[in-house]
């Protein structure tokens, strides 16, 4: 194989060859050339959002996580309360954080495979009302479902309660409108559907509530009010900043407005998603979602149930095809995961599933039929 492998996986992803020659150049953190990169990129990220009027915009080194738990650090007073209506892993992820900062957390179990129920939420916060946040994964990619977002906003607004929202794997493609949707803080990341590397995270704050955040981190690193104070005033990062990730970012970012924006990449995610599952369902594997839930960013499958199946051999079989396959996260079912997000088209999902069929046919499978 003369080419990367193609990551099917929620980031890292592949990326273009121009994103990844944007990041051949050192910079000077100080230097006005990167501080107006900076500047740029935290402006464009604003209008994808249409927040210039509400928001902020507050980067942040680290992965996706760093971001989450500096969000609910600033948001969350330290006596503060936060609902997580848990339907995946990063739902268990983020209450986890949220306890480990010395937050209250009251996690409620729902369905893996469903959407987490506005209605449901909206009784939890009329039956406690010491609650005061609510976290909730937008696309919750340890399955794939689709949260609703617009429905549960409307509900926290309503009841005058906060909202951090982990959008990590839908921000760039799912549609979200901070001039309709109500968010305290929304959360994402480089290496996801901007198609940047990994190495920063962001975080929208809605400024009415900014002022109030003051204070509220235990911790320096990730206090994002201060890291906001601090560029404003400066128009650099507290400390040293992910230099070739931001510019990177920043290419990725013109890449996304030439394709046509939210929408145009919302429209190739979703055809990536269709080859796929067309694809897979022909080869006899059943998704664990219905489709009516399904984000098209990644898709859970059912693992075979012919008893020579077995992920880390059909990982290694996909892989010397070219072709980068993620483990499933259930506890109660065996499944894998395929990105459909990063860098690629309806042909390398096309590839993408020829590989899957020559991997089945060397473990001697003859179809993804699962169990039952
Ligand atoms: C990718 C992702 C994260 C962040 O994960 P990192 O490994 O820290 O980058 C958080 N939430 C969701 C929903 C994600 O998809």
């Known amino acids: 194989m003369d080419r990367d492998p193609i990551l099917l996986t929620p980031g890292p992803l592949t990326t273009t060859l121009r994103t990844k020659l944007a990041m051949l150049k ?15 990129v935290r402006q464009r990220l604003l209008d994808i959002v249409h927040g ?27 006596d503060g309360h ?24 009251t996690v409620v179990p729902q369905a893996e495979e469903e959407p987490v129920s506005a209605g449901e939420m909206e009784k939890r916060l009329l039956a406690d009302p010491s609650i005061t946040h609510v976290v909730l994964i937008h696309c919750e990619t340890g399955t794939g479902v689709l949260n609703p977002l617009p429905e549960m906003a409307a509900v926290c607004q ?13 921000f760039g493609a799912l549609p979200i409108d901070a001039r309709e949707v109500r968010f305290d803080a929304l959360v994402a990341a480089s290496g996801k559907c901007l198609e940047g590397v990994p ?10 509530i ?36 931001l510019v990177a970012l920043s290419e990725a970012i013109t890449q996304f407005e030439e394709e046509g924006g939210r929408v145009a990449r919302l429209a190739r995610y979703t055809d990536n998603c269709r080859v796929l599952v067309d694809g897979m369902a022909a080869l006899g594997f059943r998704p664990l979602l219905r489709p009516e839930v399904q984000a098209p960013i990644i898709v859970t499958f059912h693992a075979p149930a012919h008893p020579a199946y077995e992920f880390r051999r059909f990982y290694e079989a996909a892989k010397a095809r070219g072709f980068i396959l993620y483990p499933g996260k259930l506890t109660q079912v065996e499944t894998f995961r395929v990105g ?5 088209g309806a042909n390398e999902m096309r590839q993408a599933v020829a590989a899957v069929a020559d991997s089945l046919a060397e473990m001697g499978i003859p179809d993804g039929r699962p169990a039952g």
């Open 82 to 105: 936060v609902l997580v209506m848990d339907n995946g892993a990063y739902c268990k992820r983020a209450a986890r954080l949220t306890q480990l900062m010395g937050r209250r957390a």
């Open 158 to 170: 309503r009841l005058g309660k906060g909202l951090i929202v982990d959008a990590m794997s839908s």
């Open 210 to 245: 900014l002022d109030g955040c003051a204070g509220n981190s235990q911790s320096l690193a990730m206090d994002l009010h201060d890291q906001h104070v601090y560029m404003e005033k400066t128009g650099q990062w507290r400390f040293t900043p992910p230099t070739h990730v």
């Open 26 to 40: 050192d910079w000077g953190s100080w230097d006005t050339d990167f501080i107006a990169v900076t500047a740029s």
């Open 340 to 344: 459909c997000i990063g860098a690629i």
């Open 52 to 78: 210039a009027d509400s928001h902020v915009l507050v980067p942040l080194q680290g992965s996706g996580t760093f971001s989450v738990e500096a969000a609910v650090a600033t948001v969350v007073p330290r």
């Open 199 to 208: 190495g920063m995270g962001f975080v929208f704050l809605r400024k009415a």
